[in-house]
C-alpha cells in the first residue's frame, strides 16, 4: 500500500494511497477463486477479512431487491462490490481495464444512492486504465482517500490493520 497521488475535491485536497486488495470471495466472479496469492504487488489485504465490504455490497443489492419476489442464487453483482468499495474504502480511483468503464458508472450511481439515502459522504471514483497486464484476477488495485499502513506485514496483519481503519456504516 502506497502513496500513490494526490486528487483535488472542492479545493480540498486528499492524499491518495495504493491500495492491493486479494478479492476471492464474490460468487458473481468464480474466476476470482484462486489459493495463491500475488506476488510482488506491495503490502496485500483480503477482501474476505473485511466484512464492511460484503455487508455493503449485500445491503446496495437489498436496496434494489423486490422482496415479494425470490431471491437469486447470487443476490450481488460487481457493481455493488464496487459501490461498497468506494464507501467503504474510500475508493477514489480503481486500477481497472477499460472495459469496465460501465460497471463502475453503475457503481458510482449506486454508491450514490445508497450515501444519500444515509447521510453518507460521496466522492466517485474513477477508473484509471491498468498497465498491470500481468496482474492476476483476484487482485484489485485502487488508489483510496484511507490512511492506509504502507508497511508490509503479512496478508492478515496488513488486513487487520485496514479494517480497524473502515468506518461503521
Not at 22 to 37: A, F, K, Q, T, Y
Not at 56 to 69: G, N, Q
Not at 92 to 113: C, G, K, P, Y
Amino acid at each position: 500500500m502506497q502513496n500513490a497521488q494526490s486528487l483535488q475535491h472542492n479545493a480540498d485536497i486528499e492524499t491518495l494511497n495504493r491500495c492491493c486488495l486479494v478479492v476471492d470471495g464474490n460468487g458473481h466472479r468464480p474466476d476470482l477463486i484462486d489459493d495463491s496469492l500475488p506476488e510482488n504487488f506491495g503490502a496485500l489485504a483480503a477482501e474476505a477479512m473485511l466484512p464492511q465490504i460484503r455487508t455493503t455490497a449485500l445491503m446496495i443489492a437489498a436496496s434494489r431487491h423486490d422482496f415479494s419476489r425470490p431471491s437469486p442464487s447470487v443476490f450481488t453483482d460487481e457493481a455493488d462490490w464496487f459501490a461498497a468499495r468506494i464507501l467503504v474504502l474510500q475508493a477514489r480511483v480503481f486500477h481497472l481495464d477499460i472495459s469496465l468503464r460501465f460497471m463502475l458508472e453503475t457503481a458510482n450511481r449506486r454508491a450514490a444512492d445508497f450515501a444519500a439515502a444515509r447521510n453518507l459522504p460521496f466522492i466517485p471514483a474513477k477508473i484509471r486504465m491498468s498497465l498491470h497486464t500481468r496482474r492476476p484476477n483476484n487482485l484489485l488495485m485502487m488508489d483510496c482517500a484511507l490512511p492506509l499502513h504502507q508497511e508490509d506485514l503479512g496478508l492478515i496483519e496488513n488486513s487487520r490493520r485496514l479494517a480497524a481503519k473502515l468506518p461503521q456504516l
